[in-house]
Protein backbone atom coordinates (compact mmCIF):
# COMPACT_ATOMS: atom_id res chain seq x y z
CA UNK A 1 0.00 0.00 0.00
CA UNK A 2 1.94 3.26 -1.00
CA UNK A 3 1.83 5.95 1.45
CA UNK A 4 0.50 4.36 4.18
CA UNK A 5 2.13 4.80 6.83
CA UNK A 6 0.98 3.41 10.61
CA UNK A 7 -2.28 3.02 11.64
CA UNK A 8 -5.14 5.16 11.82
CA UNK A 9 -6.05 7.96 14.21
CA UNK A 10 -9.64 6.46 14.72
CA UNK A 11 -11.64 4.22 12.93
CA UNK A 12 -15.42 2.67 12.87
CA UNK A 13 -16.48 1.96 15.98
CA UNK A 14 -15.35 -1.55 17.08
CA UNK A 15 -12.94 -2.31 14.93
CA UNK A 16 -9.15 -1.91 15.90
CA UNK A 17 -6.92 0.24 14.87
CA UNK A 18 -5.02 -2.03 13.05
CA UNK A 19 -8.63 -3.73 10.99
CA UNK A 20 -9.11 -1.07 10.39
CA UNK A 21 -6.36 -0.44 8.29
CA UNK A 22 -6.53 -3.99 7.25
CA UNK A 23 -9.75 -3.86 5.61
CA UNK A 24 -8.33 -0.04 4.24
CA UNK A 25 -5.67 -2.47 2.35
CA UNK A 26 -8.18 -4.29 1.04
CA UNK A 27 -10.38 -1.70 -0.23
CA UNK A 28 -7.06 0.31 -1.76
CA UNK A 29 -6.51 -2.53 -4.12
CA UNK A 30 -10.40 -2.51 -5.46
CA UNK A 31 -10.37 1.57 -5.80
CA UNK A 32 -7.28 0.74 -8.30
CA UNK A 33 -9.13 -2.13 -9.50
CA UNK A 34 -12.12 0.16 -10.68
CA UNK A 35 -10.76 3.64 -11.32
CA UNK A 36 -8.18 1.24 -14.56
CA UNK A 37 -12.21 -0.27 -14.86
CA UNK A 38 -13.19 2.80 -15.67
CA UNK A 39 -10.72 4.16 -17.45
CA UNK A 40 -10.43 1.09 -19.72
CA UNK A 41 -14.35 1.17 -20.40
CA UNK A 42 -13.82 4.62 -22.03
CA UNK A 43 -11.31 3.53 -23.81
CA UNK A 44 -13.12 1.04 -25.47
CA UNK A 45 -16.35 3.62 -25.73
CA UNK A 46 -13.94 5.62 -28.23
CA UNK A 47 -11.82 2.57 -29.76
CA UNK A 48 -14.36 0.43 -30.81
CA UNK A 49 -15.45 0.08 -34.73
CA UNK A 50 -17.36 -1.48 -37.06
CA UNK A 51 -20.61 -2.83 -37.83
CA UNK A 52 -21.58 -3.07 -34.04
CA UNK A 53 -20.06 0.03 -32.77
CA UNK A 54 -22.89 1.91 -31.93
CA UNK A 55 -24.12 -1.01 -29.69
CA UNK A 56 -21.00 -1.39 -27.76
CA UNK A 57 -20.04 2.52 -27.40
CA UNK A 58 -23.74 2.99 -26.05
CA UNK A 59 -23.47 -0.42 -23.98
CA UNK A 60 -20.25 1.21 -22.18
CA UNK A 61 -21.61 4.69 -20.85
CA UNK A 62 -23.70 3.09 -18.46
CA UNK A 63 -20.87 0.62 -17.22
CA UNK A 64 -18.66 3.86 -16.93
CA UNK A 65 -21.18 5.70 -14.41
CA UNK A 66 -22.01 2.31 -12.56
CA UNK A 67 -18.18 2.27 -11.72
CA UNK A 68 -17.83 5.56 -11.21
CA UNK A 69 -20.35 5.52 -8.57
CA UNK A 70 -18.49 2.46 -6.87
CA UNK A 71 -15.05 4.36 -7.07
CA UNK A 72 -16.25 6.97 -5.14
CA UNK A 73 -18.07 4.70 -2.45
CA UNK A 74 -14.94 2.34 -2.06
CA UNK A 75 -12.75 6.03 -1.67
CA UNK A 76 -15.17 7.02 0.74
CA UNK A 77 -15.41 3.89 2.78
CA UNK A 78 -11.67 4.32 3.08
CA UNK A 79 -11.62 7.41 4.51
CA UNK A 80 -14.43 6.51 6.85
CA UNK A 81 -11.92 3.80 8.78
CA UNK A 82 -9.74 6.54 8.92
CA UNK A 83 -6.97 6.11 6.27
CA UNK A 84 -6.62 8.43 3.20
CA UNK A 85 -8.02 6.74 -0.49
CA UNK A 86 -5.02 7.25 -2.89
CA UNK A 87 -6.63 8.38 -5.98
CA UNK A 88 -3.71 9.51 -8.23
CA UNK A 89 -2.62 8.09 -11.47
CA UNK A 90 1.19 7.69 -10.22
CA UNK A 91 0.07 5.65 -7.50
CA UNK A 92 -2.57 2.81 -9.46
CA UNK A 93 0.33 1.91 -11.89
CA UNK A 94 2.93 1.74 -9.29
CA UNK A 95 0.61 -0.65 -7.36
CA UNK A 96 -1.28 -2.56 -9.81
CA UNK A 97 -0.29 -5.89 -10.66
CA UNK A 98 -1.73 -6.46 -13.86
CA UNK A 99 -0.58 -4.83 -17.52
CA UNK A 100 -2.57 -1.89 -19.22
CA UNK A 101 -5.60 -3.00 -21.59
CA UNK A 102 -3.87 -4.11 -24.73
CA UNK A 103 -6.28 -3.65 -27.40
CA UNK A 104 -6.47 -0.17 -29.58
CA UNK A 105 -8.64 0.59 -32.50
CA UNK A 106 -10.81 -2.88 -32.55
CA UNK A 107 -13.93 -4.33 -34.41
CA UNK A 108 -16.29 -5.14 -31.47
CA UNK A 109 -16.19 -8.53 -30.57
CA UNK A 110 -12.63 -8.35 -30.22
CA UNK A 111 -13.00 -5.52 -28.14
CA UNK A 112 -15.59 -7.37 -26.10
CA UNK A 113 -12.87 -10.66 -26.12
CA UNK A 114 -10.81 -8.95 -24.16
CA UNK A 115 -12.89 -7.03 -21.84
CA UNK A 116 -14.16 -10.66 -20.30
CA UNK A 117 -11.12 -11.01 -19.68
CA UNK A 118 -10.91 -7.61 -17.80
CA UNK A 119 -13.79 -8.19 -15.75
CA UNK A 120 -12.51 -11.95 -15.27
CA UNK A 121 -10.13 -10.04 -13.39
CA UNK A 122 -11.48 -7.76 -11.29
CA UNK A 123 -14.69 -9.44 -10.69
CA UNK A 124 -12.45 -12.81 -8.80
CA UNK A 125 -10.36 -9.85 -7.44
CA UNK A 126 -13.38 -8.12 -6.31
CA UNK A 127 -15.13 -11.56 -4.95
CA UNK A 128 -11.96 -12.35 -2.96
CA UNK A 129 -11.80 -8.67 -0.93
CA UNK A 130 -15.63 -9.55 -0.19
CA UNK A 131 -14.42 -12.96 1.21
CA UNK A 132 -11.26 -11.37 2.98
CA UNK A 133 -13.35 -8.50 5.09
CA UNK A 134 -16.92 -11.35 5.70
CA UNK A 135 -15.65 -11.87 9.08
CA UNK A 136 -14.08 -8.55 10.32
CA UNK A 137 -16.25 -5.95 8.85
CA UNK A 138 -19.81 -6.59 7.42
CA UNK A 139 -20.35 -3.07 6.18
CA UNK A 140 -17.55 -2.98 3.94
CA UNK A 141 -18.76 -6.48 3.13
CA UNK A 142 -21.61 -5.31 2.44
CA UNK A 143 -20.42 -2.18 0.13
CA UNK A 144 -18.75 -5.50 -2.18
CA UNK A 145 -21.28 -7.69 -2.58
CA UNK A 146 -23.25 -4.52 -3.79
CA UNK A 147 -20.78 -4.19 -6.25
CA UNK A 148 -20.57 -7.68 -7.46
CA UNK A 149 -24.56 -7.68 -8.41
CA UNK A 150 -23.76 -4.71 -10.93
CA UNK A 151 -20.17 -5.86 -12.20
CA UNK A 152 -21.61 -9.75 -13.23
CA UNK A 153 -24.54 -8.02 -14.58
CA UNK A 154 -22.58 -6.20 -16.62
CA UNK A 155 -19.86 -9.06 -17.30
CA UNK A 156 -22.76 -10.72 -18.70
CA UNK A 157 -24.14 -8.15 -20.82
CA UNK A 158 -20.59 -8.80 -22.72
CA UNK A 159 -20.35 -12.00 -22.54
CA UNK A 160 -24.05 -12.41 -23.86
CA UNK A 161 -21.89 -11.17 -27.45
CA UNK A 162 -19.83 -14.12 -27.10
CA UNK A 163 -22.36 -16.48 -26.57
CA UNK A 164 -23.52 -19.12 -28.82
CA UNK A 165 -27.26 -20.57 -29.03
CA UNK A 166 -25.48 -23.50 -27.55
CA UNK A 167 -24.30 -21.27 -24.42
CA UNK A 168 -20.38 -21.40 -25.65
CA UNK A 169 -18.37 -18.80 -25.22
CA UNK A 170 -15.89 -17.90 -28.40
CA UNK A 171 -13.06 -16.94 -26.19
CA UNK A 172 -13.50 -19.85 -23.28
CA UNK A 173 -10.20 -20.87 -23.91
CA UNK A 174 -8.18 -17.62 -24.20
CA UNK A 175 -6.07 -16.33 -21.47
CA UNK A 176 -4.39 -13.59 -22.79
CA UNK A 177 -6.78 -10.04 -24.41
CA UNK A 178 -5.26 -10.21 -27.40
CA UNK A 179 -5.65 -14.08 -27.35
CA UNK A 180 -9.76 -13.50 -26.46
CA UNK A 181 -9.45 -10.55 -28.93
CA UNK A 182 -8.80 -12.66 -32.35
CA UNK A 183 -11.56 -15.11 -31.63
CA UNK A 184 -14.60 -14.17 -33.06
CA UNK A 185 -17.91 -16.38 -32.34
CA UNK A 186 -19.03 -19.09 -34.93
CA UNK A 187 -22.59 -19.13 -35.76
FE1 LIG B 1 -18.85 9.30 -25.34
Known sequence: MARRTGLPKFTVPSLTPQQGAEVAGVLQERLNSLNDLALTLKHIHWNVVGPHFIAVHQMLDPQVEGVRVMIDQTAERIATLGV????????????????????????????????????????????????????????????????????????????????????????????????????????
Request: glycine fraction near 8%.
Open 84 to 187: APVGTPGALVAAREWDDYSVGRAEALDHLGALDLVYQGVISAHRQAAKDTEESDAVTNDLLIGHLHELELFHWFVRAHLESAGGQLSTQSATTEKEAAGKKRTP
